[in-house]
């Protein structure tokens, strides 16, 4: 239903739509022009400021020629894989755990959401402390008794990236959590009645009824998470620095040491623009199925 | 809910913060404004003196410290502020990037000031290479580090009756001894440049100073990808088994202190390590004793800071030229290397107030200027290009952690340098 | 928004309960260990936390660690600490939040309330903003900045945090309002009332919940950003995170974990702050917006 016609005057028709223009403006200006001259860069032979002439594919030939890049990219993979996956089914259980009327949810709340809270610029230390086998968990627990204990990922060239997808597990799973404990306080109260008069089971009933209900809650909780993936930047440089060697670079530390460290402006524009495909590929279709339904007639 | 009377406390406070930070700034007569990354205690407050001496003479010091990454977040708030037309009046700089700079026509010419006050006659010219652009003056380098020392603990040498070593095989016998007596042989933290700065000095012992002007310098590909270069990462590859296994990530100080607490006996590392030992309450010559990485005596591998002037127009030429002035005092270059570990950047200063290590780094250093042994460090940007630089690290961090032999290193150190270039 | 949070009706037993509370704590463990590490250690001499184990408690108490962090520390050539630069932060802060805030309240009140054909597309390219890379802006950015003579000012921070937040906002206003009565707007309409006054008397008052997750996350992420903050900042509008930045890695010299654990824990007072006291809010406002589609 149009409500154009319950307006009087051009002014007030125009209105909304001036209203949302400066926004949108400076998001076209400030997103996709920046974008554009991304694209642009990534053709050029820039170094340590851009440079506007042209020479061709050459950047990303270097680019895929790039033994680090592949890492890189492998390890975005490894760790985006994990990391949503685990961030989901904790904070998907915790949300579970949290909403069986418990006493202290007022306490443990904060407790669970608190990390996303904290910067990485010190928070990484703390980590690298605690994954340290010199000081750390191992040191820990060898001295409290526990002899054979051994806990050396962050050493190790093969297991490095998984730890750090276990303190980005720590920063962000509350916060899944949270999104999940929302999605089921809205579930109506009704048809969990109506489940538990048939009989069912309390994991049926979670299996079949309340978490399929929970779709929109997955999708926002996907959407968080591959984007704090892609953008995985602080982590890195906090917990290992992208070593051993060169083990642990990913696509958002490799851009930053192209662009800022390696006066190669010209190969970080490229990997950028491939991290922008890669987020684009996993953003669209969520955009696209989240948006599709037509709405109008509300 | 009273969420009008929140918004408009919003609004209000908004408004407040506005008025504040449009309220005109009272203007000094003179200001210079300074990015760098000299952010800890002892360099900090050595620099303060350079403010101190500035205020004195009427200019007044805006202060833009940006720590991280060895001067790669400054380096990255640099681009921004040039591309936005603000650029600093000086920024703390290594290396080639200073030479990058100058090319991008960015840099102010300092030659009025280098003229009048004889900069040429006392700067050695292995730094003048990079404070100076097509003939011009454009950057004050403030001190000389030098990247092949080794540091070592003095009670575990006595304990086992061990020399500082003057060889590559002497010091494969120190390190077997001192490792069989239970000790860690080398403290060392697995980070791409501090394993590029025992690469400097691995490479500098095994190839002498003609092969480092060839492979490092000239970054010439016969030299590049030689026996000897091959020798090298076999020697790295040798001093990887006397670091413990739990070196990787470790920051450098931390290595530092496991030869200060007693745990290992040597670490090869640059002259600020020597902060770290002094902190420590620790004693040179009694507690700790420095060395030459053995095989490079009389040569030194070194790497400047230096203080690069952009060009910020003609209202701000007499206080960066002032500032350029109090850099090169030879007052302040004693002061701040005697608190830095490191030496002046010019030959003529008084070493009188540093201790023994520094009393030896400025005779190293005169000499090896004076022999022509005086080279850039590839570990710390002043051998080759910053890309071409972290190509090298690529491969030797690479090696360092086992993930090719060293036939392999030698072959993608070829390809690797000549893709970077 | 319902006073009383509505809860499940899923009904257990005596054992599963136990166990249910078992688990809840061993994560509430997992959660506070590295702000635990954070604290003891912040409290310890340097000696102490050389020698000695990371997890024991400090054998001697010392705040000495959190005065030098505050205000004795060296930051720059002068040993300031970070306390004159809280107000950096806040100068910054404080305006980015309420601007961005409102834009997206008004955006989304647009794109739900008054549509218009393609609004949806518009919807969802300022949707994307929120995943673009900060690292790619940075260099067209500072040009822009450079142009609008604001560069290093706080007011180009501000137009900054505002710009690349307004994605998330106008997203959890949209979603909010969507689900927001329409014949409320239709009958105010017929009344005659005007564009804003709809907005600021039947949609406003109703927003709290959605206001506080807005604050929130903005609050959170400008007060936490560094890559702006460092490089759109000046000699006089450098931000905490710089400061404390560069307070922890500075590269030669002495690392005083124990003040730079205080001044981590202090620079993240004002955002541990909001969590706590509004983080019921936060859960209540994100299952009225940020969910429903």
Known sequence: ?298 | MRLKSFLAAGVASAAMILAVGLAPSAQAAEEVEVLHWWTSGGEAAALNVLKEDLEGQGVTWQDMPVAGGGGSEAMTVLRARVTAGNPPTAVQMLGFDIQDWAAEGALADLNAVAANEGWDGVVPAALQRFAKYDGKWISAPVNVHSTNWVWANKAILDELGIAAPGTWDELVAALDAIQAAGYVAIAHGGQAWQEATIFDGVLMSTGGTEFYQQSMIDLDPAALGSDTMKTVFDRMATLRSYVDDNFSGRDWNLATAMVIEGKAGMQMMGDWAKGEFLNAGKQPGVDFVCFRHPGTQGMVTFNSDQFAMFAVGEEGRSAQEKLASAIMSPSFQSAFNVVKGSVPARTDVSDEAFDDCGKKGMKDLAEANANGTLYGSFAHGHASPASVKNAIYDVVTAHFNGEFDSATAVEELVNAVEAAM | MAANPIETAVRTGRLTRALIYAALLVFAVYYLLPLFVMMVNSFKELDEIRGGNMLALPELVTLAPWIKAWNQAQIGVQPTGLAPYFLNSIKMVVPAVVISTLLGALNGYVLTKWRFRGDTLVFALMLFACFIPFQIVLIPMARVLGFLGIAGTTWGLVLVHVVYGLGFTTLFFRNYYAAFPTELVKAAQIDGASFLRIFYRILLPSSGPIIVVTVIWQFTNIWNDFLFGASFSDFDSQPMTVALNNLVSSSTGVKEYNVHFAGAILAAIPTLLVYIVAGRYFVRGLMAGAVKG
Request: proline share 4%; net charge positive.
């Open chain 1, 1 to 298: 239903m149009e409500y154009g016609r319950y307006l009087r005057g051009w002014a007030q028709q125009a209105l909304p739509r001036l209203v949302l223009a400066p926004s949108f403006a400076t998001i076209v200006l400030f997103v996709y022009g920046f974008i554009v001259f991304t694209a642009y860069l990534s053709f050029t032979n820039s170094r340590i400021l851009p440079k506007f002439n042209l020479i061709g594919f050459e950047n990303y030939e270097k680019l895929f020629g790039l033994r680090h890049w592949s890492t890189a990219i492998e390890n975005l993979v490894i760790f985006g894989g994990l990391y949503i996956a685990i961030c989901t089914a904790i904070g998907l259980t915790l949300a579970i755990l949290l909403d069986q009327k418990i006493r202290a949810e007022g306490v443990l709340r904060p407790l669970y959401l608190y990390p996303m809270a904290l910067s990485f610029i010190v928070t990484g230390t703390a980590w690298k402390w605690f994954l340290d086998p010199g000081i750390g968990l191992e040191q820990t627990l060898q001295s409290w008794g526990w002899a054979s204990f051994e806990f050396d990922w962050i050493k190790n060239r093969q297991m490095a990236i998984y730890t750090i997808v276990i303190a980005a597990v720590w920063q962000t799973s509350g916060f899944v959590m949270a999104i999940f404990l929302a999605g089921l306080r809205g579930i109506d109260n009704e048809i969990i009645k109506a489940a538990q008069i048939d009989g069912a089971s309390n994991l049926r009933l979670y299996a079949r009824i309340i978490i399929p209900q929970l779709r929109p809650a997955f999708l926002s909780a996907f959407v968080v998470l591959a984007h704090m993936a892609i953008k995985s930047y602080d982590l890195v440089v906090a917990l290992t620095g992208g070593g051993p060697g060169r083990a642990t670079e990913m696509p958002a530390t490799f851009m930053y040491s192209y662009t800022f460290t390696r006066n190669q402006m010209g190969i970080g524009a490229g990997s950028a623009v491939i991290m922008l495909m890669m987020i684009a590929a996993v953003i669209v279709p969520y955009l696209y199925a989240e948006l599709r339904e037509p709405r109008h007639g509300r």
